[in-house]
């Protein structure tokens, strides 16, 4: 079965937005991956189409309302029944190359998009809902955090990538950043290419691009490598 992205959102014109373009863009025209947005507000009841409401407790702005969210989630989840459900939210477990993994290994992916203040506690209880985070700051909605999390998994989904091994190397794979790339011209502005990797032993190129990923890392994450995570093959 082809993975499939089904995301529920009162923005379903969003998509597939920039996922319509580049990488993401030609593996969902070859129908290497699939994706549907349903929107929430075909659930909502009353002739405005609202989805939100007054937050319980008083306080600035909206809540998404919980009996909406659900029938959108339900929705969304009907279409990829076996797949995690995520609701993407600042106070998420961080998505990471690990996650990006586990989730290209799997059928697919049910992805919720707030907006406003956010979703009513319940729902996210009563789907049992698993909150991923792309970063520490605030979007002011989900979706463009679904780009973010689809781009880092697409890429992984078999096929859409031409070589395995050109991901192999990148950064995260093995617990470490990559070390510094460079193409030709060979001198530009005064700056030459160091001569190892010019010089055709692969061995002394894999040592020194080994040697730059470490430090590298140590230097501006060594949280990488003292959490050091496995990533599970694919
Ligand atoms: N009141 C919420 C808080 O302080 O945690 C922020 C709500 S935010 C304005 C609206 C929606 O954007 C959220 O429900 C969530 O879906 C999405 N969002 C915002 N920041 C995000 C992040 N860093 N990662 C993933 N989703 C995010």
């Known amino acids: ?17 920039p996922l319509g373009h580049s990488l993401s863009g030609r593996a969902l025209d070859q129908g290497l991956w699939t994706l549907s947005a349903i929107d929430m507000r075909d ?5 405005h189409k ?3 409401d007054t937050p319980a407790g008083g306080g600035a702005g909206m809540v998404m309302r919980p009996d909406i969210v659900a029938a959108g989630v339900d929705a969304a989840s009907a279409l990829v029944p076996d797949a995690p459900q995520i609701y ?5 477990e961080p998505l990471t190359q ?8 799997g059928p697919g992916v049910m992805l919720l998009c ?7 506690q319940r729902v996210i209880d009563a789907r049992e809902l698993r909150e991923v985070s792309i970063g520490d700051y605030v979007l002011s909605g989900g979706e463009m955090a679904a780009y973010v999390l689809l781009d880092a998994v697409v890429r992984l989904l078999p096929g859409v990538i031409g070589a395995a091994s050109s991901l192999d190397e990148e950064s995260f ?12 011209p060979r ?9 190892v990797l010019l010089s055709g032993d692969h061995k002394k190129i894999a040592a020194w691009r080994r040697a730059q990923s470490e430090t590298l890392t140590r230097t501006r994450r060594p949280d990488l490598i003292n959490g050091k995570k496995a990533l599970p093959t694919t």
């Open 88 to 92: 993407l939210s600042p106070r998420g």
């Open 43 to 47: 659930f909502a009841t009353d002739r």
């Open 50 to 52: 609202s989805v939100d």
């Open 173 to 184: 794979e093995n617990g470490l950043l990559e070390y510094p790339q460079y193409t030709r």
């Open 1 to 17: 079965m082809t993975w499939h992205a089904a995301i529920a959102t009162i923005m379903p014109d969003m998509f597939p937005g």
């Open 187 to 195: 001198a530009w502005e005064g700056h030459s290419i160091p001569d």
């Open 98 to 105: 690990v996650l990006a993994h586990e989730l290209a290994a």
């Open 114 to 120: 707030g907006r406003f203040e956010g979703v009513d």
